[in-house]
């Protein structure tokens, strides 16, 4: 006769390695940047709240008491995208974003038409992103962490709805998924308050405001967040760009429509909380 013996050592190892993702998701935001790159142009750190204009950088140096303040939630930089990105949706709704699996980060464009003219056109943003810390990160190897571009019409359920089409960062622990694959993740999506040229062959530098941050049973603070209340803003600063400049040839002429074309690129992403009221 045999006899079972490993079911509660298996509940140990999942138990740990759940205990691994999220404390990898906290040292995300515990461990990141405490200040910005001197290098950061005061047009991408102007924000106006309740109808006074502000400095990020000026809230960040004051106390965390004070009101307003702000506080970085975390920072990424590009790396390539995932090899098996997880799904988004619902439990009854999972969708894959359209990514190019293990490619180096990009930004992607379509060959479109208007009127008579052919040119390549802003499609969406292709990329992994890697924790910006101090510290090395343990059991960083159990989330998933990526860059796209949302494409609305799925609802999350309340409180969130429907969220808008926007570009979207996501943290996913797939461990964390409890039986559904669009489970374990937070993910923000912003839309761009603020451009600013950095050189002719760099996609530029933005400031995107949040514009809905969805918590899919991994509420943490690895992203920025917009309350209803009013309390609080988020934002997030694209910096340090480098590449993704639209193409300049093959988008000629009918046969090349619907053409997409991957430009490598590189840049940092930094989230920040801005808090206004008590």
Known sequence: MAFGGCDDDDDDDDNDEKAAATEAVKRISQDAPTSL???VPDEVLRVTLGGVEYNLRELLSRPPE?????HIVAAYQTVSTPADPPPFGTRD???????????P???VYECRQNASDFAWAFLQPEAGLQPITDET???????????????AGIDFGPP???????????????????????????LFIGSVE??????????????????????????????????????QTGYVLRLNTAGG?????GCDGTSDMGKRKRVPYAADYYFIDVFTTP
Not at 93 to 103: Q, W
Not at 161 to 181: F, I, K, M, Q, Y
Not at 245 to 249: C, E, F, N
């Open 66 to 70: 004070s009101r307003p303040s702000a």
């Open 93 to 103: 709704v999972a969708v894959l974003p359209d990514s190019t699996r293990e490619a």
């Open 137 to 151: 990160i343990p059991a960083l190897e159990k989330l998933v962490l990526d860059h796209f571009r949302y494409p």
């Open 105 to 107: 980060a990009a930004q």
């Open 37 to 39: 790159p001197a290098n």
């Open 194 to 231: 603020a451009t600013v040229a950095n050189g002719p062959g760099n996609v530029p530098l933005l400031r995107l405001a949040n514009v809905a941050r969805i918590d899919r049973g991994l509420p943490s603070e690895v992203f920025s967040r917009t309350p209803s209340d009013g309390t």
């Open 160 to 186: 969130t709805g429907t969220p808008p089409v926007g570009p979207a960062w996501r943290v996913s622990a797939p461990l964390l998924d409890e039986g559904s694959p669009t489970a374990g993740q937070t």
């Open 245 to 249: 400049i639209t193409p300049t040839t």
